[in-house]
């Protein structure tokens, strides 16, 4: 492993949550594990969300070591503040360098944003599992890079549609048209765009390519969605 990886990985690696959170973060649950330890309703609802029994397909909850901060007690603007999710099975294995995630973080930065970086491999539950996390720790914005194609491992869409309170087509829609010309192929991404709760979520492709294109978008309007979410004007 190169420096740099060793390195960035590390830096993702950081823990920086409550013990309750590490108790759920070092834990492979199911439903009823979590009920049983009083976790389930911060870790897995948020306000206006179907309860628990009704998402049959979170069996089990695998959340990395690479997690968000927890921000639930106050930070300097929590407006802007965001979780990159990176899906990869190799990714998460450490097999191979994750360019995609960090140059999201990098761009997010770049433009005043918060934030932490997130793991995980093309599981269904592992990438929800992320998703709820990071809504339960109140972050404004979600990001979530690969997982979006027509492989049998490509399933972030179905994981992150039934998160979502209020799908908002048109994001998606603009991620794809923004490159269609150049690359026809960006059509057969099939990344969802919604609010689950206050949080934006939007899938990217997984590729630094995509990352790139897709992030102006994402800037473009996730500023004006926090504000107009917590209340906000129309202007």
Do not use: F, K
Not at 177 to 186: E, H, I
């Amino acid at each position: 492993m190169s420096s740099s990886l060793a390195a960035r990985r590390g830096r993702w690696a950081l823990l920086r949550r409550p013990l309750i959170h590490r108790r759920l973060i070092r834990s492979v649950l199911n439903p009823r594990e979590l009920i049983r330890s009083g976790l389930a309703g911060s870790a897995l609802t948020s306000p206006g969300t179907p309860p628990l029994g009704a998402a049959p397909h979170l069996t089990r909850l695998v959340l990395p070591l690479r997690t968000v901060r927890d921000y639930s007690g106050g930070m300097e603007n929590p407006d802007r503040s965001a979780t990159m999710i990176t899906v990869s099975d190799r990714s998460a294995e450490g097999t191979r360098e994750d360019l995609s995630g960090p140059l999201g973080t990098r761009l997010l930065e770049e433009a005043g944003w918060e934030v932490e970086g997130v793991v995980v491999p093309d599981d269904r539950d592992a990438i929800a599992g992320a998703i709820l996390a990071a809504v339960d720790a109140g972050v404004a914005l979600v990001v979530t890079t690969g997982g979006t194609g027509l492989g049998p491992r490509d399933v972030t869409p179905e994981a992150t549609g039934p998160l979502l309170d209020r799908p908002i087509p048109g994001i998606a829609e603009r991620l794809r048209a923004v490159v269609a010309d150049r690359l026809p192929a960006s059509t057969l991404s099939r990344g969802v765009a919604g609010l689950r709760g206050r949080t934006l979520v939007v899938n990217l492709a997984g590729s630094p390519g995509a990352v790139q294109d897709g992030m102006p978008v994402i800037l473009s309007v996730a500023a004006h969605v926090a504000d107009q979410v917590r209340g906000g004007d129309h202007t």
